[in-house]
């Protein structure tokens, strides 16, 4: 039976047309007292420093899901080309695809110029595919790398907008982080220097915000080498179970030694039973 | 043309969805622009916030369009580059097919058009100036929603409401470039003295024939006031 239909003409762009329907499903959700699955987040602290010859990157480890840990030791610094990496901060499946998607992206842009990428052109990558989604995508990231132009830091924010710094940080422990930057940057650093100073912005996170924490990864990008340290620093290892107490293993054993209590009779009754009925059921071994 | 900008940027913010938890990035600022004879001088604070953060302290927020045409942005950050980068690709684009310097008309003019097409959707005030052959310095104001006008000097974000009665009493046609500098630095330090979104460092920049000269004030060398 033929129908007739009116081509309806769709403006171009992204239609946010589920987005009012889903924070409507939301509040009726809240209001019947049940609450939609968290998304797992990266609350997080991420920061990166310009050094001498080039860039080091540094993250936290703990991935949270509402308010339980869901990872302990989850990677936070991702690789988007060879002289660039970049960390994520915010919804953990949105910065992972977001750094997949365009590090995929900027190969194939590579191949094409057959030149090594440039961190300028991954930022403006991040930057208008963040902005396109109006902030829908909760990726707030720290790109850093080092080209034909030197090295470079950038952090990149939800929205789309971002900063071209020496120092940056972001995430839930940003703050703490940014404490420690604006008090020992210096311009220039050695690389030894930088890397403690990352590594005690991370620490500061770890141990002053409660969505940070585990262990502290870094990554140092100078021109034609990256040191991929993780983890550069195990901050929270977990705790070993003393071994003996008194001459005893006491690890897993809950065993009490025999006569700890004392037996006052003994009685002994054989059961009688009798086979009623016996069947082999062969296994299936094909 | 006293829209307050004050008042869309409070109900932007009390609408719930954006709540100070959410990665707004915020260019709540003051930006301003003065023409000159043979050119402009523009000005800005260099304050970006996400709620009560400071995400960066010394934002760059004077953004070259063309080789002498520059514009203010304030804000939303993440609307005002996107759509900077945007007109920097027709503006370039305009300029090689008529082989020749484009007017700074022609950039406010990309500026009005984006802002005013999408005006549901963005939230940027931007003020455009530079200089071109045809009628020397210009400033063009586009305000939220869209307007465009010219005028001789425009002052634009949070900060701005604070300091319109020093422009209009200060301002007198036919200053100096020198005077003009003065003048952009002294009205910008005062924002900042008392608008909490505005701060950091002042950005100058002078936009003539010869090119465009950029400097910096650092906090330290601000000119004061009173000591109170």
């Known amino acids: 039976m033929a129908s007739v239909s009116v081509c309806q003409y769709r403006p171009g762009g992204f239609s946010f047309e589920n987005c009012k329907r889903n924070a409507l499903l939301e509040a009726d959700i809240n209001k019947l007292g049940f609450s939609s ?35 302990k030791n989850c990677s936070k610094i991702h690789y988007i080309s060879p002289n660039i990496y970049c960390c994520g901060a915010g919804t953990a499946a949105d910065t992972e695809m977001t750094t997949q998607i365009i590090s995929s992206n900027l190969e194939l842009h590579s191949l094409s110029t057959g030149r090594l990428p440039r961190v300028t052109t991954a930022n403006r990558m991040l930057k208008q595919m963040l ?94 080498n990256v040191d991929y340290l993780r983890p550069h620093d195990m901050a929270n290892k977990k705790g070993v179970r003393e071994d003996k107490v008194y001459g005893r293993p006491v690890t897993g054993s809950y065993r009490y030694k025999h006569g700890t209590t004392g037996v006052l009779t003994k009685a002994v009754t054989p059961l009688n039973l009798e086979v009623v009925e016996e069947s082999v059921q062969t296994m299936d071994t094909s | 043309m006293f829209i307050s900008q004050n008042f869309e940027m409070d109900s932007f913010s009390q609408n719930p969805e954006f709540t100070i938890h959410s990665f707004f990035t915020f260019l709540d600022t ?81 500026f009005r058009e984006m802002c005013y097409r999408y005006r549901e959707e963005l939230m940027a005030g931007i003020i455009v100036a530079g200089w071109d052959p045809r009628r020397g310095g210009q400033v063009y104001t586009v305000p939220v929603g869209g307007m465009m006008t010219r005028q001789p000097v425009s ?35 005062l924002a900042m003295e008392r608008d909490g979104s505005s701060g950091g460092v002042v950005r100058l920049a002078v936009i003539s024939e010869q090119g465009v000269e950029r400097q910096v004030i650092l906090g330290n060398q601000l000119p004061k006031f009173s000591t109170v």
């Open chain 1, 37 to 71: 699955p968290a998304a797992r987040k990266t609350g997080t602290t991420i920061c990166g420093v310009v050094y001498k010859d080039g860039v080091v990157l540094g993250a936290d480890t703990r991935a949270t899901e509402g308010m339980v840990v869901a990872d």
């Open chain 1, 131 to 224: 902005f396109r989604y109006q902030g829908y995508i909760g990726a707030a990231l720290v790109l850093g790398g080092v080209d034909c132009n030197g090295p470079h830091l950038y952090s990149i924010y939800p929205h789309g907008s971002t900063d071209k710094l020496p120092y940056v940080t972001m995430g839930s422990g940003s703050l703490a982080a940014m404490a420690v930057f604006e008090d020992r940057y210096r311009p220039n650093m050695e690389e030894e220097e930088a890397k403690r100073l990352v590594r005690d912005a991370i620490a500061a996170g770890i141990f002053n915000d409660l969505g940070s924490g585990s262990n502290i990864d870094l990554c140092v990008i100078t021109k034609g």
């Open chain 2, 30 to 110: 003051t930006i301003m622009a003065v023409e000159f004879e043979g050119g402009v001088v523009i000005g800005a604070d260099s304050r970006t916030t996400t709620g009560a953060y400071i995400a960066n302290r010394v934002t760059d927020k004077l953004t070259p369009i063309h080789e002498r045409i520059f514009c203010c942005r304030s804000g939303s950050a993440a609307d005002t580059q996107a759509i900077a980068d945007a007109v920097t690709y027709q503006l370039g684009f305009h300029s090689i097919e008529l082989d020749e310097a484009p007017l700074v008309q022609t950039a406010a003019s990309l």
């Open chain 2, 155 to 189: 002052v634009g974000g949070s900060g701005s409401s604070y300091i319109y009665g020093y422009v209009d009493s200060n301002y007198r046609a036919g200053m100096s470039k020198e005077e003009c500098l003065k003048f952009t630095a002294e009205a910008l330090t």
